[in-house]
């Protein structure tokens, strides 16, 4: 059993939504779900974490889809962790699939890419720093 904290490869480890209008959205789920938002800085703007009522744990974020994050789709977006996000990448496209943006870094966090599948399902692809 390994004892880093990274998480296992073929987890999802992270679930994000961004949208033109992430404020607006981020009081919608605010009052469905009754997740509290905690703002994340992105310099001149805010984008948020999502936390649950009761934990107040860490679980979704919303972004606003502007900067590094205007090409991501308007969509909720799992993030997968894998081994490699360039290898990830180029089996993807040898499989059938598209890249749709990166490889690229992720602010210290690692890499990633969001790929559709043959079939044109999205999903982002995480490998942790």
């Not at 999502?50 to 090409?71: F, L």
């Not at 799992?78 to 749709?100: H, N, P, R």
Request: aromatic share 8%; glycine share 10%; net charge negative.
């Amino acid at each position: 059993m390994s004892n880093s904290k990274k998480p296992e490869v073929g987890s999802i480890t992270w679930s994000d939504l961004t949208v033109v209008n992430a404020e607006e959205v981020k009081e919608f789920y605010s009052k469905v779900v009754g997740w509290k938002s905690v703002p994340v800085s992105m310099g001149d703007y805010n984008d948020f974490n999502m936390n649950t009522p009761e934990s107040e744990k860490t679980k979704v974020g919303i972004c606003h889809k502007r900067g590094g994050n205007a090409e991501i789709p308007s969509q909720w977006m799992i993030y997968i962790t894998v081994k490699s996000a360039d290898e990830s990448a180029k089996l993807c496209t040898e499989s059938g699939g598209k890249v749709l943006v990166g490889p690229k870094e992720m602010s210290g966090y690692g890499r990633y890419c969001i790929i559709e599948d043959p079939a044109g399902a999205v999903c982002a692809l995480f490998e942790p720093a």
